[in-house]
């Protein structure tokens, strides 16, 4: 028996670009069909982009959706393809089509929808109920959707139990740390106890707060890994598969799953193909990929992340505020990673309180990485800003107010640059200080893209040390690296001024924010009491900072987004 | 039969405030024992105020809400309670608990959960499946929970057909225009098709972007009004309810309910008292309450927004621009309705572009409110900044840059006083500028609470004119009210150079935020298709404006806020 060809498209789509979309996916159709793969898969909502939020509630973006599907069902000749899109049946649905013969043969609504975290699937889509095995070329494929591989008792069961020996997921599931080893471990998992061969094609590329991380797998019926497509690239990752292994071993061995024979029946059986592909193939020798370090993970989806929201929303450069500190400096080098020197700006803008090193460790990054930088001293608007309250402060004390003065100063500025050049400004903000609100609203907080909003101040060193290795001279100063954390805006000032030291903070807020956690069940972990209710509370206190945000990159389990829905009016304290 | 007498308590809650909202349900059970009433029910979720968002999925927080029902318990004797928490059973629930002796008897879990427009109650929840009715002195009470009323086919009828005569349902029902009509509209088809007496029991207080407007309702079996709370204040609805009548026509008519006989097994039984009350009782008049205008409506929501937003966050006073435009006047004449006038405090910020015109009306406005006035000029800050960018911007030409600078000092003005003196920022858009980002981000978008962020630019003049009519002497200038609308940042600018007339631009965007409907059937309405077409590009394109913005009070079908979500990347433009 020829072996079953999958070839799986993991594309780099963008929300909203039907047009585009569907010329992406046409092309990758013809790339599969010239290697002769009997089917192709593409990501979850391929035509519409994931997520595509509130736009799936205009009836012409979803008739529009449904549109596009036709044009690429037109192309889907001498090959089966499957595609996401959302389907409207009396309600929409999350769906793939099953294309072939140049017509749609068959459509599967999505059973398990993701309603937790940054996922609002209920929002949109109704919950479909029947199960759907394609034949193609005389194999049998189960097809289902992202969060359907994840729910243990899902559709997989019945299309195993209904002669499928292939099932392929199609998916958008979102980068965070460590997630690659849990899908790894589900899909090993969902492979062995139901005898499958099992396909998951994830989405590549970025999206608003989202990083989609491709890595695509194929794990065979003893849950062994076959195929791995490329991190944080687009890939076509192709296998062939041994049909007549896993029929042999569903005769050995009894399948662990359930077989309920009524169930059965309730498999929609559609046709596609009703012969194997009898010519010469190419041979094609599937890879399992590099494996990638925590650090290596995170650069690259930060460096994806920034690439796709600058080239999706249109702009060509990006300008940065460079401090002489480690947060400006790493977003610095992602953001020239991710694009190129000549499309990033640094932008220094020193005040009486900017020290002699922080001038020199600007100019020793800006040289190492090859960006322009343009200084602009804020110094005659801060006098200006001063002049023009003295009176309503006659009689008050220099405090925060002045500090934030200068940050909102250098907001203005780089927002100025980026009205008349067109530059989008990242902001550089980490998520430690953006979990406890030191940062200012309109100020450091100003930009298009919070780079390092989910990455906690410890890991900002680790990212910082990993690039500087990754090169045989380094490009953030050493000097950076070493000196103690500070705004700069006052004399004398450090982060340790108001901030538990970032060692000590950073755990604390991982179980605070990430975890939950009440305050005494931190504490009880080994921390100063007194300070996890003082983390605490400065976290509750600066929700209203948070609302009004940047969008940042999602690296973590919850980021400060889409992810934690808090309320702003909010007189919990959790300490009563 | 002695009448039954219910009790609504119209209260309005603190999201997070476990003890303060503990201890004000406590006052009103004794307000409701000592009318002697057999029942008394409070709004949806009262312990932990409406909507607690992700609050809820702190374990602690679900614990201390269950410890504050056991302080409610121990004060409902003699009278049984009704009141909302957070039920944890394997599971979180949308619950309504039931209090008598002193003690919980039972808790009916929210069977329909909405997780559209506002909603999202389906990250939190799970989906109750029992029904109760509980037996008050004698009478069948059936329990529910807002959109359990909602729906058509929703507990009411199983309860019904169990046996209750009087169904109580606590809500959480948000104010929009034209929802009192649509609530009373529908609770009149519930009591008439299940021949029940329906009980609503609303919310009433500000609560981030959403205002709960009270306006609780008794309506009889045959569809008519007993009772209605006050709109946006504190109520205790009482009504005396003759059940005897009920079980009459129960009689006398088929009920057009569905009654399967199976599904009366389904229904739990909680008795929670034997004897009816037998002393004499105050008598009590229920009253239907007044019937209000559009614009009295809106303004009262916007005013109990502010009052509520400022309060329950702590601060005690507001700053607002002051422009000399009908936005910021409005905006001041709301806070001091909704605070007082030594609460307010105008910030004049006049620039070379600044007509003498709006000094006059600035003044005058003032002088009407009673509030103070401070007037610092933006010049020297201006000419600061235009010197400091003036290498970068050599050779460039001038254009929006140097008009978002000046709103952007604005804004950092406001914000030092506000950091200053702990003023909160009240910003004064409206929805017409907010949904075509003719705004500045950072800059006259700067403040905590986004007052007419949700208020359309026509309805903007209506509500000033109503405002004027309320009193003696108006006290928005006439002359604010009939220039044109122009944001003064260069010279002889109006808002229509670059937008349509309101009065066009208005029903476009009704038709295109609010109606999700297409360019191409918005042109057909009448419209010209290209400035239609311009409109929604201008929508779309602003989407990262509004992501950044302050929470503003909802007040139509969907404001710019939770209500609407679309992603910031997005390349469908709707006219392909």
């Known amino acids: ?98 294309l072939a013969h140049g017509k749609v043969q068959g459509v599967y609504h999505k059973h398990h929808l993701p309603n937790y975290g940054v996922f609002d699937e209920k929002r949109y889509f109704l919950t479909g109920r029947e199960q759907h095995v394609l034949v193609v070329n005389g194999v049998s494929v189960g097809l289902n959707i992202c969060e359907d591989m994840w729910a243990p008792r899902g559709p997989i069961r019945i299309q195993a139990s209904g002669g499928a020996t292939v099932i392929v997921n199609i998916s958008a599931s979102p980068y965070q740390i460590g997630k690659i080893d849990e899908r790894e471990r589900m899909l090993r998992t969902r492979a062995k106890r139901n005898l499958a061969i099992v396909a998951f094609n994830n989405l590549v590329g970025g999206q608003d707060e989202l990083v989609f991380d491709g890595r695509s797998m194929i794990v065979d019926h003893e849950g062994h890994l076959l195929a791995r497509g490329k991190a944080f690239e687009e890939d076509l990752v192709v296998a062939d598969i041994n049909i007549q292994d896993v029929l042999e071993s569903r005769k050995h061995k009894q399948s662990r799953s359930d077989r309920p024979s009524t169930r059965m029946q309730s498999v929609t059986r559609i046709v596609c193909s009703d012969k194997p592909y009898a010519g010469t193939r190419v041979k094609v020798s599937p890879s399992v ?20 929201y600058v080239s999706k929303n249109g702009f060509s450069s990006v300008a940065i505020g460079l401090s002489g500190g480690i947060d400006s400096a790493l977003t610095a080098a992602l953001a020239v990673d991710a694009l190129s020197p000549r499309q990033v700006l640094g932008v220094f803008m020193p005040s009486r309180h900017t020290s002699q090193a922080s001038r020199v460790d600007v100019e020793s990054l800006v040289r190492n990485l090859g960006i322009h930088l343009r200084t602009i001293s804020i110094e005659e608007a801060y006098t200006a800003f001063l002049n023009m309250l003295s009176d309503a402060f006659q009689e008050t004390k220099t405090d925060a107010t002045e500090e934030n003065i200068q940050a909102r100063i250098r907001g203005a500025v780089l927002m100025a640059l980026s009205n008349k050049f067109g530059w989008l400004v990242l902001s550089t903000g980490n998520k430690s200080e953006m979990s406890v609100g030191y940062a200012t609203l309109y100020g450091d907080m100003a930009g298009g893209l919070s780079v390092l909003k989910d990455v906690p101040k410890t890991m900002v060193y680790r990212l910082a040390r990993f690039r500087n290795a990754m090169t045989s001279s380094a490009v953030i100063p050493e000097h950076t690296l070493q000196r103690a954390p500070t705004a700069e805006l006052r004399a004398d000032q450090t982060d340790q001024d108001i901030l538990p030291p970032y060692d000590i903070l950073d755990p604390i807020l991982e179980a605070y924010v990430e975890g939950n956690q009440a305050v005494a069940k931190i504490a009880a972990l080994g921390f100063d009491a007194s300070t996890v209710e003082q983390v605490g509370r400065m976290v509750d206190g600066c929700e209203y900072k948070r609302r009004q945000a940047p969008v940042g990159i999602k690296i973590t389990s919850r980021a400060l987004g889409k992810d934690r829905r808090m309320p702003v009016t909010n007189r919990y304290t959790g300490t009563s």
């Open 289 to 308: 990929g590099e494996t990638l370090t925590t650090c290596e993970e995170v650069y690259r989806a930060l460096c994806l992340g920034i690439r796709d």
């Open 1 to 98: 028996m020829t072996p079953f060809r999958l070839a799986q498209a993991q594309i780099n789509c963008t929300v909203g670009d039907l047009i585009g979309n569907t010329e992406k996916i046409c092309q990758w159709i013809q790339r599969a069909r010239a290697l002769n793969a009997d089917l192709v898969s593409f990501p979850e909502l391929t035509i519409t982009g994931y997520p595509p939020e509130d736009l799936v509630l205009k009836p012409q973006f979803v008739a529009d959706n449904i549109d596009a599907l036709q044009v690429v069902a037109a192309e889907a000749k001498g090959i089966v393809v499957v595609v996401g899109f959302v389907d409207y049946a009396n309600g929409l649905y999350n769906a793939a089509a099953v």
